[in-house]
């Protein structure tokens, strides 16, 4: 092909491509949008009780001290185990040097504990006041929510979240003339709230008061947890 047919094709295209353009319509901004959230929760009763308990002992060295409190928290975790509905685990272990008021080296302390997490309150309160006549003493309690129930929980809030985000759109929209709304953007927050474990009131009698026999059982009291969840996103209102 010669310039000057080159030249023509090029000059061809350029005005083809020109009027295609000229053609095609402008893209018209979007209107009528509306941004709105919508926020649910519920008050959710723990289903999981944990207390925690530990073992101490100090003397001039560690290695005696050690095998004391070993033994003691094997034992207890023995017992714990063959108790139906309790599920029990060793926790931190720690071996640390004390130190005289002259600064100088006082022997050792060696603690170790044991964590039993359990479905039923009273048996592991039973449990629990046993084992704190049996050289152990609780120093933690919590009330958690079951892998179970919180996927149950936040399920139904999620479908009560869309279900909350739909009817304020339906509200709103008609509140403004329109008839009805589409969904143009949406977003689904993350579950929040007070979702820490809470702390329960625990009573116990103290290692040593009362014989194992005589041992009172740990009373557990809670509270609720508030779960919450909020959806948020833009609507296209129209007639």
């Known amino acids: 092909m010669n310039p000057r047919s080159l030249l023509a094709s090029a000059l061809l295209a350029t005005s083809l491509a020109c009027a295609s353009h000229a053609a095609s319509p402008s893209v018209a901004p979007e209107r009528d949008l509306l941004t709105i959230d919508a926020t649910v929760a519920v008050e959710v009763i723990p289903d999981l009780a944990v207390i925690t308990l530990a073992a101490e002992a100090q003397g001039p060295d560690a ?6 409190v070993q033994q003691i928290i094997n ?8 108790t139906s509905g309790v599920e029990a685990r060793t926790g931190a272990f720690s071996t640390n040097q004390r130190w005289n008021n002259k600064g100088g080296r006082d022997g050792w302390t060696v603690r170790a504990e044991l964590v039993l997490k ?22 933690g309690s919590a009330l958690e929510l079951s892998r179970e129930l919180r996927e149950r ?33 949406v977003n689904l927050g993350s579950i929040g709230g007070d979702v820490r474990p809470i702390q329960p009131k625990v009573y116990a009698m103290r290692a040593g008061a009362a014989s194992a026999a005589e041992a009172e059982p740990v009373a557990i009291e809670g509270g609720k947890v508030n779960l919450t969840l909020t959806v948020s996103g833009t609507v296209v209102m129209s007639q």
């Not at 034992?75 to 063959?82: G, S």
């Not at 039923?120 to 046993?130: H, M, V, Y």
């Open 153 to 185: 929980e936040e399920q139904a809030l999620i479908e009560r979240g869309i279900a909350a985000f739909r009817a304020k759109a339906q509200t709103a929209s008609r509140a403004f003339g329109f008839t009805r709304f589409a969904l143009r953007d």
């Open 63 to 68: 290695a005696p001290i050690t095998r004391e």
């Open 75 to 82: 034992a207890a975790l023995a017992q714990a185990k063959a």
């Open 118 to 139: 359990s479905r039923d309150f009273a048996t592991l309160g039973s449990l629990a006041g046993k084992l704190a006549q049996q050289k152990l003493m609780i120093i």
